[in-house]
């Protein structure tokens, strides 16, 4: 049986919530068979946010145009680190610092549209941040991908600056990191790092990670990309169905082989919906949640055995 719910998350820099842009839609799946599988294992600055477009006297659409930078470092390059804004100063990774640069992309797109500029630096950075870390999982981790403030850089007309920063254990804000994050979620570390979510996913409009070693409902599984930066909107059906084909074997391989049909336990799938796909958003995220009930350990592995709780 399968039941289908949208889930509205609130955007925001490093955003807390599962969708980070826009609208998500969750898909809450319960498997009707076990599931047979190859062994597992297999507050806080924003991105830069473009408003709508004003109407002009003649009622012409004005869209947005690039601001004029107000003098930050210009000499920002891959694997430096930064303070917080509104400083943004540059610093070696081996001192405290907030956000680190996976990657300084040429681009001159849309310079004429800040809204499609801004759509194309979201998606092209996420899927730098994922590289730069070792993972696609990285939307389902402590880490979020961000772009530098366009208002900030005198080279914005013709690059786009990508950074990571990481959230507290609690997700209660961005934390203040020493060394290098480059390749931090290859091989477990997507798993030591993973999201949990206190609430089920499809049961509030505004579900927040939170660590797992708190009682929750729902815990990552892994997640990934269902499109390329300049990717059109593929519609609700097809980005359901990308979602899906990604989500199923990472949720086989996270929970273990069954030997029997699981009732108490389901995959969720959140694909982007429209409006997050304008921001930027290309990612899918997949989980686990409990159908009932709260745990304070990982159901990764968890096969035919009970269901841990809180």
Same mark, same amino acid.
């Given at each position: 049986?399968?039941?289908?719910?949208?889930?509205?998350?609130?955007?925001?820099?490093?955003?807390?919530?599962?969708?980070?842009?826009?609208?998500?839609?969750?898909?809450?799946?319960?498997?009707?068979?076990?599931?047979?599988?190859?062994?597992?294992?297999?507050?806080?600055?924003? &991105? @830069?946010?473009?408003?709508? /477009? !004003?109407?002009?006297?003649?009622? #012409? $659409?004005?869209?947005? *145009?690039?601001?004029?930078?107000?003098?930050?470092?210009?000499?920002?390059?891959?694997?430096?680190?930064?303070?917080?804004?509104?400083?943004?100063?540059?610093?070696?990774?081996?001192?405290?610092?907030?956000?680190?640069?996976?990657?300084?992309?040429?681009?001159?797109?849309?310079?004429?549209?800040?809204?499609?500029?801004?759509?194309?630096?979201? &998606? @092209?950075?996420?899927?730098? /941040? !994922?590289?730069?870390?070792?993972? #696609? $999982?990285?939307?389902? *981790?402590?880490?979020?991908?961000?772009?530098?403030?366009?208002?900030?850089?005198?080279?914005?007309?013709?690059?786009?600056?990508?950074?990571?920063?990481?959230?507290?254990?609690?997700?209660?804000?961005?934390?203040?990191?020493?060394?290098?994050?480059?390749?931090?979620?290859?091989?477990?570390?997507?798993?030591?790092?993973?999201?949990?979510?206190?609430?089920?996913?499809?049961?509030?409009?505004?579900?927040?990670?939170?660590?797992?070693?708190?009682?929750? *409902?729902?815990?990552?599984?892994?997640?990934?990309?269902?499109?390329?930066?300049?990717?059109?909107?593929?519609?609700?059906?097809?980005?359901?169905?990308?979602?899906?084909?990604?989500?199923?074997?990472?949720?086989?391989?996270?929970?273990?082989?069954?030997?029997?049909?699981?009732?108490?336990?389901?995959?969720?799938?959140?694909?982007?919906?429209?409006?997050?796909?304008?921001?930027?958003?290309?990612?899918?995220?997949?989980?686990?949640?409990?159908?009932?009930?709260?745990?304070?350990?990982?159901?990764?592995?968890?096969?035919?055995?009970?269901?841990?709780?809180?």
């Amino acid at each position: 049986m399968r039941t289908a719910a949208p889930v509205c998350v609130a955007a925001g820099a490093l955003a807390l919530s599962i969708g980070l842009s826009g609208c998500d839609n969750a898909s809450v799946t319960a498997p009707t068979t076990a599931p047979s599988v190859a062994p597992s294992g297999s507050s806080t600055p924003a &991105a @830069t946010t473009p408003t709508a /477009g !004003a109407s002009a006297g003649s009622g #012409t $659409a004005v869209r947005p *145009t690039m601001p004029t930078a107000t003098g930050a470092d210009p000499a920002l390059a891959a694997g430096q680190c930064t303070r917080q804004e509104p400083q943004w100063t540059r610093l070696a990774c081996t001192a405290e610092h907030t956000y680190e640069v996976t990657a300084v992309v040429p681009s001159t797109a849309h310079q004429d549209d800040m809204l499609k500029r801004h759509e194309a630096a979201v &998606a @092209t950075c996420e899927r730098k /941040g !994922a590289e730069y870390l070792g993972s #696609t $999982a990285l939307n389902t *981790t402590r880490f979020r991908s961000v772009t530098y403030p366009i208002a900030k850089d005198p080279k914005a007309a013709t690059r786009f600056i990508c950074l990571i920063g990481m959230f507290d254990e609690g997700f209660g804000g961005v934390t203040q990191v020493t060394g290098s994050s480059r390749g931090r979620l290859a091989g477990t570390g997507a798993y030591d790092l993973r999201a949990c979510i206190a609430e089920k996913i499809a049961a509030r409009p505004d579900v927040s990670p939170a660590s797992c070693s708190a009682p929750h *409902t729902t815990e990552a599984v892994g997640g990934g990309f269902i499109g390329q930066p300049a990717d059109p909107y593929p519609g609700e059906a097809e980005a359901d169905k990308r979602t899906s084909a990604l989500c199923a074997p990472l949720y086989r391989a996270f929970v273990g082989a069954a030997t029997k049909p699981r009732a108490d336990i389901g995959m969720v799938t959140v694909p982007p919906a429209r409006q997050g796909w304008s921001a930027g958003s290309r990612r899918a995220t997949c989980w686990v949640e409990l159908r009932a009930g709260r745990t304070t350990a990982t159901l990764r592995g968890i096969g035919d055995k009970p269901v841990p709780t809180a």
